[in-house]
């Protein structure tokens, strides 16, 4: 993993789904042949975290389709051998729903708040640093956030706040699970 350039939320898309069941996806995109899908972390639905990936370990979370990168993702991350690669250089969450509406559970958004603070204050990041899957590829993601912008200003806020005078933190006291997904990555040879 180079330098951490942003913390990307993400929502999973599936009402009422379950962080196992990204895993289950996740493992079957990882097969020859197929796109690659993964997250370093994901959060349920009661605010358990999931941790999929190490941060030391890049996560392809933010493929952009057929669209292709937004000018902020083409400024941002910029590779000189790989073109707009995102996925060495972020930190990837994604976040449980219980609706088609996307809006995060208040357990799952203070798990996110947490998270968010402990990614922001360990890798130094700004508050413009805090995004959408949205700010990178123009995917309506997370829906809610990306139809609420108010919202979305208010959740950086919040994750700012509580990364205000943090030096450290770790999974404890969280409820983490870390699922040991480390083979989810394809390393180039």
């Not at 809006?103 to 413009?128: D, K, N, Q």
């Not at 959740?155 to 083979?183: E, N, P, V």
Request: proline fraction near 5%.
């Amino acid at each position: 993993m180079r330098k951490v350039l942003a913390f990307v939320v993400h929502y999973a898309g599936a009402p009422g789904g379950h962080p196992r069941g990204m895993w289950h996806h996740f493992v079957s995109t990882a097969a020859p042949g197929k796109i690659p899908a993964s997250s370093h972390y994901a959060i349920a639905l009661d605010g358990e975290l999931y941790r999929f990936i190490p941060e030391t370990e890049e996560a392809f979370t933010h493929g952009a389709g057929a669209a292709g990168y937004t000018a902020f993702a083409r400024s941002l991350f910029i590779d000189a051998k790989r073109g707009v690669y995102p996925h060495d250089k972020s930190i990837g969450v994604e976040v449980c729903h219980p609706d088609a509406s996307g809006i995060f559970t208040a357990a799952s958004r203070r798990a996110l708040v947490e998270l968010g603070a402990s990614v922001v204050s360990r890798h130094r990041l700004e508050r413009w640093q805090v995004v959408r899957h949205y700010d990178i590829t123009a995917k309506l993601c997370p829906k809610y956030y990306v139809e609420h912008p108010v919202e979305w200003e208010r959740l950086r806020d919040d994750i700012m706040r509580a990364a205000k005078g943090r030096t450290f933190w770790s999974f404890a006291g969280m409820g983490a699970l870390a699922l040991g997904i480390y083979s989810l990555n394809r390393r180039e040879a």
